[in-house]
């Protein structure tokens, strides 16, 4: 079993819907969640990031973690053909004793945001 | 304010052969760290420098090694080159200082024939 799971998609919708991007994971030490955007063959952006459990919102971006369940959300509201790219979730966390610095990523969902 | 920066952008290998991936961390960070991705998958971590020492590795074979300098930038080397670690070869710089935040470069294009 992977420590995080991500539906590869791809996941196709009209403009203007709101886009809903999940993962989950099994490792409990995980605190730290980000999502990135990553264009064709272009290096990851952070898009955001959020520490432990709630809600963070960004523009038209929503993130969502729940610990008590190992589930995180992205929402994209009002989406737009420019938003089409694939979606990664990446995780962190204090694994004891060692440093925080290794993300481990989710396998990635393609986005397409058609006219 | 400069991002982080990767070269080459692209490259071509033949296997056996041995590469130097170079990468400069975004301005004011002092940890950098590889990832490799292959086609169609997430990144996976090779390893993590700070204060020119590896300070953690993934589940990568010794012919992966890597350097940090003293103004941070980072070097990634592969020896032995095999037609498997055809891939985008990702750095990523971030603050040791409490947080996970980690900035990605445009990546290094490799492929081995």
């Known amino acids: 079993q992977k420590e995080v799971e991500q539906d590869p998609g791809p996941l196709s919708v009209p403009e203007g819907a709101i886009v809903s991007l999940n993962c989950t994971y099994s490792n409990s030490a995980f605190q730290y969640f980000m999502w990135y955007r990553q264009y064709s063959r272009k290096g990851p952006e952070l898009l955001m990031y959020?520490?432990?459990?709630g809600n963070k919102e960004d523009g038209r971006f929503t993130a969502q973690v729940d610990k008590s369940s190992k589930y995180i959300s992205l929402f994209i509201r009002d989406s737009q053909p420019s938003d089409s790219a694939t979606y990664l979730c990446a995780m962190s966390g204090f694994d004891g004793g060692t440093s925080y610095g290794k993300l481990t990523f989710g396998q990635g969902t393609i986005l397409t945001v058609h006219p | 304010d400069a991002g982080v920066t990767q070269s080459p952008t692209h490259l071509i290998k033949t296997r056996g052969q041995q590469v130097t991936l170079r990468c400069s961390p975004k301005s004011g960070h002092d940890t950098v760290s590889w990832y490799q991705q292959a086609l169609g998958q997430g990144p996976q971590f090779i390893f993590q420098y700070y204060e020119e020492e590896e300070r953690q590795r993934g589940n990568f074979p010794d012919r992966f090694s890597g350097h940090q300098f003293p103004n941070y930038s980072s070097e990634l080397n592969v020896n032995a080159l095999l037609l498997g670690d055809s891939a985008l070869y990702l750095c990523?710089?971030?603050?040791?200082?409490?947080?996970?935040?980690?900035?990605f470069g445009q990546g290094t294009r490799l492929t081995v024939v």
């Open positions: 990523a710089s971030s603050l040791d200082r409490g947080t996970a935040e980690a900035f």
């Open positions: 959020t520490y432990s459990s």
